[in-house]
């Protein structure tokens, strides 16, 4: 079954100028953790890296991790028309760094 | 900003054919990732490489092999390509740098198996 969770499950419309907050739970321990963001048709972009004790900051984005509830969040605050697209976490994992991903979370925000 | 570039970027085959998707990065890094991504599944790793000359399977390598015959390259091959094999591939690189580790992506391959 999917090892990491995103939460919303699917899709989330916000106003613009609304905060965000992205969720993805892991079945196993935490190590580090990546986010991505995607437009539809695109690239995945990295956003934020995060070891598992840190708190990463970039602009509008904050992300945090905690290893002993095996979860991690994406805050994002302030939303703008051009946040829209999808959201990825991906657990890292392993002596080649692989990666193991969320299904996503769509973001809509509205004027 | 890492750079990784895919050919092609839309490709339609038939099925049967053979079908070989291409990746390069201009970044050095040792590591090199094959994943394909499906609406509900987010994007699952293939085939992965820690250098020249190597191939490690990932999570759903059935049907897929991977070359990477320099540290610049590293290729996805279909031999016998079927319709569920239809969808978006993302090649990427990465590496530790400072402690911390990050994986760049291409722009992807939208394949159509027919």
């Known amino acids: 079954g999917q090892q990491v969770q995103q939460s919303p499950p699917a899709s989330l419309v916000l106003q613009e100028g609304e905060n965000a907050e992205l969720q993805c739970t892991y079945s196993t321990t935490l190590n580090s953790m990546q986010w991505f963001y995607q437009r539809p048709g695109g690239r995945l972009v990295s956003l934020l890296y995060s070891p598992s004790w840190a708190e990463q900051r970039g602009g509008r984005l904050t992300s945090s991790a905690a290893s002993n509830e095996s979860r991690s969040s994406l805050h994002i605050s302030s939303s703008q028309i051009t946040d829209s697209g999808t959201y990825l976490c991906?657990?890292?994992?392993?002596?080649?760094?692989?990666?193991?991903f969320g299904a996503g979370t769509r973001l809509a925000v509205c004027p | 900003e890492a750079a990784v570039t895919q050919s092609p970027r839309n490709k339609v085959a038939v099925t049967g054919g053979k079908v070989t998707l291409s990746c390069n990065q201009t970044n050095n890094h040792n590591n090199m990732y094959w994943y394909r991504q499906d609406t509900g599944h987010g994007l699952r790793l293939i085939h992965y490489?820690?250098?020249?000359?190597?191939?490690e399977k990932g999570d759903i390598p059935d049907g897929y092999k991977a070359s990477r015959p320099s540290q610049e390259n590293f290729s996805l091959i279909l031999e016998l390509a079927t319709p569920s094999q239809t969808s978006v591939y993302f090649c990427?690189?990465?590496?530790?740098?400072?402690?911390?580790?990050?994986?760049?992506f291409g722009p992807g391959t939208r394949l159509t198996v027919l």
């Open positions: 490489s820690y250098g020249a000359g190597s191939t």
């Open positions: 990427a690189s990465g590496d530790e740098a400072g402690g911390v580790y990050e994986q760049y």
């Open positions: 991906a657990k890292l994992s392993g002596s080649f760094n692989k990666l193991t």
